[in-house]
Structures are given as structure tokens and as C-alpha cells.
């Protein structure tokens, strides 16, 4: 009996798909606050290494929720974040408000909720100075992030860059201008 190649063919791939969908992730699986790692403490640690400490250069980290979500940024290679869900902590994604205009700088704010960053975007449909940097804030819903908006004035102006916010617990933003 002489087997149509076609068929074949089919039946290969249709096995693939089918064991490529029920193949699980190589992640590791991680649980608990911290991605599961020690909490910080008074000596210095690598972190992550592999993940978040890479042999790129690795720029900033920040956790919100008590440890329960991670951002972190790797220079030239973007801003992500992972979240503990349903017990167990996400694949690191880009964050959603990375573009062209750079993100990589940030801080996580200690109300355990909002990133402010830096950014080269336009802060309105009129502005198109693309050299000035302004600070702008994100928050963390549960289980994504509000839309990118700027701070007002007097944090952010025309005449000048505004960048690295450090936020205190009263709230008070310190940041540079220049």
C-alpha cells in the first residue's frame, strides 16, 4: 500500500501543532514576594542573576505590592515588568508604555502602586520639542497599567529637561531639571 505524501505530510503536521500546544514554558516557576528570592537586606546581593541581573548593562529595578510585582530595565534593550498571578510569578513582558522616546529610568513610588519615569514623548498634540525630557506616571491596576500621562506643572515644564523623580513616603517629588 503506497502512502500519499500529502498525507503524510498532514499527519506530521498536525502532530506538531498538537504537541507544540501542550508543551509547558521553559520559565522557571517562581512564587512568592520577591519573585521569590530573599528580600533585601543590609548586604549586597546579585539578583536574579541570568534574568534580571544580565551581562547587559542592567539599569533599574523597582518592586510594587509588597514585593508582588517586579519592573526592571536593561540598557538598549527595554523596561519590563512581571507580576505574582494566581500564586505564581508572569514571564517578564515589555512594559506597555515603552516607545521610541526611551523609559529605561524609573522609580517605583513607595504609595506601592505608581512608576514615575523620564520620557522624550510630547506631553501634548502641540509639542514637538523632542530634545526636552519630562516625568511622567503609570499605575499598577491588579493586573496591567494605566495609560502614560505627564506631571503638571511645576514638575514638568517647556523651558527645561525634567528627569531621575525620587518620590518620598509624604509624597513630596524631588527630580532634576536642566
Same mark, same amino acid.
Given at each position: 500500500?503506497?502512502?500519499?505524501?500529502?498525507?503524510?505530510?498532514?499527519?506530521?503536521?498536525?502532530?506538531?501543532?498538537?504537541?507544540?500546544?501542550?508543551?509547558? =514554558?521553559?520559565?522557571?516557576?517562581?512564587?512568592?514576594?520577591?519573585?521569590?528570592?530573599?528580600?533585601?537586606?543590609?548586604?549586597?546581593?546579585?539578583?536574579?542573576?541570568?534574568?534580571?541581573?544580565?551581562?547587559?548593562?542592567?539599569?533599574?529595578?523597582?518592586?510594587?505590592?509588597?514585593?508582588?510585582?517586579?519592573?526592571?530595565?536593561?540598557?538598549?534593550?527595554?523596561?519590563?515588568?512581571?507580576?505574582?498571578?494566581?500564586?505564581?510569578?508572569?514571564? #517578564?513582558?515589555?512594559?506597555? /508604555?515603552?516607545?521610541?522616546?526611551?523609559?529605561?529610568?524609573?522609580?517605583? @513610588?513607595?504609595?506601592?502602586?505608581?512608576?514615575?519615569?523620564?520620557?522624550?514623548?510630547?506631553?501634548?498634540?502641540?509639542?514637538?520639542?523632542?530634545?526636552?525630557?519630562?516625568? /511622567?506616571?503609570?499605575?499598577?491596576?491588579?493586573?496591567?497599567?494605566?495609560? #502614560?500621562?505627564?506631571?503638571?506643572? #511645576? @514638575?514638568?515644564?517647556?523651558?527645561?529637561?525634567? @528627569?531621575? #523623580?525620587?518620590?518620598?513616603?509624604?509624597? =513630596?517629588?524631588?527630580?532634576?531639571?536642566?
Amino acid at each position: 500500500m503506497k502512502k500519499s505524501p500529502y498525507l503524510v505530510s498532514s499527519l506530521a503536521i498536525i502532530l506538531l501543532l498538537l504537541t507544540g500546544c501542550t508543551q509547558k =514554558s521553559d520559565f522557571p516557576v517562581f512564587e512568592g514576594p520577591y519573585i521569590g528570592q530573599s528580600p533585601p537586606g543590609s548586604e549586597p546581593k546579585l539578583f536574579m542573576p541570568g534574568l534580571i541581573s544580565t551581562n547587559y548593562i542592567d539599569h533599574c529595578i523597582g518592586f510594587l505590592r509588597e514585593g508582588r510585582v517586579c519592573i526592571f530595565s536593561i540598557w538598549e534593550k527595554g523596561t519590563y515588568y512581571m507580576y505574582e498571578k494566581d500564586g505564581r510569578w508572569t514571564q #517578564p513582558e515589555k512594559v506597555p /508604555w515603552q516607545n521610541e522616546q526611551g523609559t529605561t529610568d524609573f522609580t517605583a @513610588a513607595p504609595d506601592g502602586n505608581t512608576i514615575y519615569f523620564q520620557s522624550r514623548r510630547p506631553t501634548s498634540p502641540y509639542d514637538n520639542n523632542e530634545q526636552e525630557r519630562n516625568i /511622567w506616571k503609570v499605575e499598577w491596576t491588579g493586573d496591567g497599567w494605566t495609560e #502614560p500621562s505627564p506631571l503638571p506643572s #511645576p @514638575a514638568n515644564t517647556e523651558e527645561f529637561s525634567e @528627569a531621575y #523623580p525620587s518620590v518620598t513616603p509624604d509624597g =513630596s517629588l524631588y527630580y532634576f531639571t536642566g
